[in-house]
């Protein structure tokens, strides 16, 4: 696999090298939280050679480490451009970018509000199960989880369920809303068990300004930027890139899915 990502040709010599395809990740290039399939794999770098490639998600580079990428072969390698947490953490060509920081932006003050009145809340729910892990920092958002990231596969799954019956996620962005309208804050509900929270204007369309920077690095403009997710609707982590008049959008249900589109779409 490692000799394959050394013989991607370069930017400017991919047979559409005006075209990008930005991809989600859970749920769209994997399931949610696992790992994407050899059969993903082998089809994204198919298509590496026909035009740039890149995801964009809201996790941090570690898990995307380990959803995507393999023991041997950081996930650095297997894309043209790796946008963690919409793009606030960037890589090109393998290569780290200049990147935000939410609590700079927000500062501590704030920011420990924010943080003192979601666990306070999380406090006064009353679900199925806890776990642990219910508000992780990252660099430029929170991440909110009423049940806890830790919780198992199993559990997040019957969470799934539960959360479209009592509506746990949508209530608490309300009451979020509600309490600090000042803030500038997005909030955005995706993956199976949490939401993010991070600045207006932070979404995943963050990442399309490096997109655009390419011009000036190596003379490639991205005329053509096809973007792939799964929560498209308004509400979700995908929509404002979904919708973003520089973006032609795909809403998927599957990575199953995708991959029918990408045969579609470039012959593979």
């Given at each position: 696999?490692?000799?394959?990502?050394?013989?991607?040709?370069?930017?400017?010599?991919?047979?559409?090298?005006?075209?990008?395809?930005?991809?989600?990740?859970?749920?769209?290039?994997?399931?949610?939280?696992r790992s994407a399939s050899p059969e993903m794999l082998t089809l994204l770098s198919a298509l590496r050679h026909k035009c740039a490639i890149g995801y964009v998600g809201g996790s941090d580079l570690v898990k995307q480490q380990e959803q995507l990428g393999t023991p041997a072969l950081p996930v650095t390698t297997l894309f043209d451009f790796c946008f963690a947490e919409n793009g606030l953490e960037a890589y090109r060509m393998g290569k780290p970018?200049?990147?935000?920081?939410?609590?700079?932006?927000?500062?501590?003050?704030?920011?420990?509000?924010?943080?003192?009145?979601?666990?306070?809340?999380?406090?006064?729910?009353?679900?199925?199960?806890?776990?642990?892990?219910?508000?992780?920092?990252?660099?430029?958002?929170?991440?909110?989880?009423?049940?806890?990231?830790?919780?198992?596969?199993?559990?997040?799954?019957?969470?799934?369920?539960?959360?479209?019956?009592?509506?746990?996620?949508?209530?608490?962005?309300?009451?979020?809303?509600?309490?600090?309208?000042?803030?500038?804050?997005?909030?955005?509900?995706?993956?199976?068990?949490?939401?993010?929270?991070?600045?207006?204007?932070?979404?995943?369309?963050?990442?399309?300004?490096?997109?655009?920077?390419?011009?000036?690095?190596?003379?490639?403009?991205?005329?053509?930027?096809?973007?792939?997710?799964?929560?498209?609707?308004?509400?979700?982590?995908?929509?404002?890139?979904?919708?973003?008049?520089?973006?032609?959008?795909?809403?998927?249900?599957?990575?199953?899915?995708?991959?029918?589109?990408?045969?579609?779409?470039?012959?593979?």
């Amino acid at each position: 696999m490692a000799e394959v990502a050394s013989l991607i040709p370069t930017l400017d010599a991919r047979p559409l090298k005006n075209t990008i395809c930005l991809f989600d990740v859970d749920g769209t290039l994997s399931p949610a939280r696992r790992s994407a399939s050899p059969e993903m794999l082998t089809l994204l770098s198919a298509l590496r050679h026909k035009c740039a490639i890149g995801y964009v998600g809201g996790s941090d580079l570690v898990k995307q480490q380990e959803q995507l990428g393999t023991p041997a072969l950081p996930v650095t390698t297997l894309f043209d451009f790796c946008f963690a947490e919409n793009g606030l953490e960037a890589y090109r060509m393998g290569k780290p970018l200049t990147g935000n920081s939410f609590i700079e932006w927000l500062g501590e003050e704030k920011y420990q509000e924010l943080v003192n009145f979601c666990l306070v809340y999380v406090a006064g729910l009353k679900l199925p199960v806890k776990r642990g892990t219910f508000v992780e920092f990252r660099r430029g958002m929170i991440n909110v989880s009423p049940i806890g990231r830790n919780a198992s596969l199993t559990e997040r799954n019957d969470y799934v369920i539960y959360d479209k019956a009592h509506n746990i996620r949508r209530d608490f962005v309300l009451a979020l809303k509600e309490k600090f309208p000042d803030y500038g804050l997005t909030y955005s509900i995706g993956g199976q068990i949490s939401f993010d929270v991070f600045p207006t204007g932070w979404d995943k369309t963050y990442c399309l300004k490096y997109v655009e920077e390419e011009k000036g690095l190596s003379g490639v403009e991205y005329t053509t930027i096809h973007f792939f997710g799964d929560k498209t609707t308004k509400g979700g982590n995908d929509y404002e890139i979904y919708e973003d008049k520089r973006t032609v959008g795909h809403a998927v249900d599957s990575p199953e899915d995708t991959m029918r589109i990408l045969r579609g779409l470039f012959e593979l």
